[in-house]
């Protein structure tokens, strides 16, 4: 997520009442988590493990909670007690969460020839682009950006929170939301089905590449790229921080786990599982999802097995 304008150390210090380090001039340009951060960025950590990660990695603002690292030059240590807590203060200054009062918020942008059917939700500074279709029931919410010649069918929601919980099993609640702050963009001539959902991502975007066709109850998690002109079937579900290619055919029921690639022109089969990254231009199926005509030949081997036992016990 990008501030309105950058804001400076000293600023957000107050703000979560941290312990500044390092350099004390520079300004903040937005919040993001580490997968996401791009420069001028402020990140979080809270564990040893990932603290090299983050101060070497493009941000240039760290909430930690040791003052016992060497700073990158340039860079700016700010220290809290929580760093997660935080964030969540952070992002609650930004991005409160606002309870909406009419169905259509007055700040909506919708383009010339575009088609809003009843009973539509729409909240919060989104753009829908031109000759789009949004169908009753529909729920497109905070910040979301729909673009030209978009078809969206009926009970489909568009930007709904990130299912991601910050874990402590040394506190009461184990599992806390880490607040999404980003936001879903759907390109042009994008057709989702009914029932689909769409998280937005946590600090940056969840996004659905041009020509894409979802069927109907696919879901895709947040932070999750999808690539142009992709098809996915029925009940497909891709976990977050994903990446799938241009040209991708994903089959009913594929479901597909988090901060992986799918490669260009891929095509796994339906009911598969996939829980490694794949390359592009080939077919795969089942559980792991390997290539598809070897995993073919596999099951006719093990149809096989209880013939070829036969034939041992019998020698």
Request: proline share 4%; hydrophobic share 40%; with cysteine.
């Amino acid at each position: 997520m990008k501030f309105p304008a950058p804001v400076s150390v000293q600023w957000i210090a107050e703000l979560i009442a941290a312990e500044v380090a390092g350099n004390l001039t520079s300004a903040a340009s937005g919040i993001n988590e580490i997968h996401k951060v791009e420069t001028g960025d402020l990140v979080f950590v809270d564990h040893p493990k990932y603290y090299n990660a983050c101060l070497n990695s493009e941000a240039g603002f760290i909430i930690i909670n040791t003052k016992e690292v060497i700073i990158p030059e340039g860079k700016t240590i700010l220290v809290v007690k929580d760093p997660f807590e935080a964030y969540l203060k952070i992002i609650n200054h930004f991005r409160p969460f606002i309870a909406a009062t009419k169905p259509i918020s007055e700040d909506v942008s919708v383009g010339e020839g575009s088609v809003i059917m009843p009973n539509v939700f729409i909240g919060r500074q989104v753009t829908i682009g031109k000759n789009c279709v949004i169908y009753p029931n529909v729920s497109l919410l905070d910040y979301t950006v729909i673009g030209d010649e978009v078809i969206i069918q009926s009970g489909s929601v568009i930007g709904s929170d990130a299912f991601y919980y910050n874990t402590k099993k040394r506190r009461e609640l184990w599992y806390k939301r880490m607040q999404s702050c980003g936001n879903v963009v759907i390109e042009n001539n994008v057709e989702i089905g009914a029932g689909c959902t769409i998280d937005r991502g946590v600090t940056a975007e969840t996004r659905i590449g041009k020509g894409t066709k979802l069927d109907n109850m696919v879901h895709i998690g947040h932070d999750t790229t999808v690539g142009k002109n992709c098809l996915f079937a029925a009940q497909v579900g891709i976990a977050g921080g994903t990446i799938i290619e241009d040209g991708v055919t994903l089959w009913g029921q594929v479901g597909v786990n988090k901060t992986l690639t799918i490669g260009a022109n891929a095509v796994v089969l339906a009911q598969s599982g996939v829980p490694s990254s794949l390359k592009g231009g080939k077919t795969y199926f089942g559980y792991p999802a390997e290539d598809a005509s070897i995993k073919r030949r596999e099951l006719v081997w093990i149809k096989r097995i209880p013939e070829l036992w036969k034939k041992v016990m019998e020698q």
